[in-house]
């Protein structure tokens, strides 16, 4: 097989791939039940990514025991979390360690287990045994200079995201909510 074959097969692989990834995302966003979720916005500057926000949701961080399901996890271990429509906003219902059958559940990783739960309603520490989870959907960018705009809303401001989430348990950020108001929506280009 010739030099120039060679080179071309990697191209077309490389190429696959990346298709691969965008259609995935693709699929999620035109697919998935769209379920809009809490968070509180972080707003770092990378000086090669530009403006992004971190969201950290309310459903990052579970006790399990007031939630149905498995109740024995490790750091790094996946983990499905089923959802449940509330008002406004989606809330955690159920954890397993496998997708539930015939139940809409967000597809996480982990990131700590513990037993010491902080309460901020009592401003005191529990043995509860809960997660911090990573559902790859944390990272939003946003056009350059509006990134501020977004970590410090002005005052009754409610930021929120809304979110599809496939059968796969995959998760696509669809658009970001400024009190229940569209301001950016997610496209392919």
Known sequence: MSLATRLLIIVV?????????????QWTLATGTPVVLETQPI??????????????????????TELDG?????????????LEPGDPYWRARAVYREPPPGQL???????????????????????VRHVRVRYGIEDYFVPEG??????RPVQGEVISLRVAVDR???????????????????TLF
């Open 13 to 25: 692989i490389q190429t696959l791939v990346l298709a691969g990834m965008i259609a995935k995302r």
């Open 43 to 64: 707003d770092p500057r990378s000086l090669f990514r530009g403006d992004y926000v971190i969201f950290n949701y309310d459903i990052s961080r579970l006790n399990l």
């Open 70 to 82: 498995d109740d024995e996890f490790e750091r790094h271990d996946s983990i499905y979390v089923v």
């Open 105 to 127: 559940a967000l597809r996480g990783r982990v990131q700590y287990a513990g037993e010491q739960w902080w309460n901020p309603e009592t401003q005191t520490s529990e043995e």
């Open 146 to 151: 509006e990134g501020r705009v977004l970590e």
């Open 168 to 186: 796969f348990g995959n998760g696509a950020i669809q658009a970001l909510l400024i009190n229940g108001v569209e301001r950016y929506r997610e």
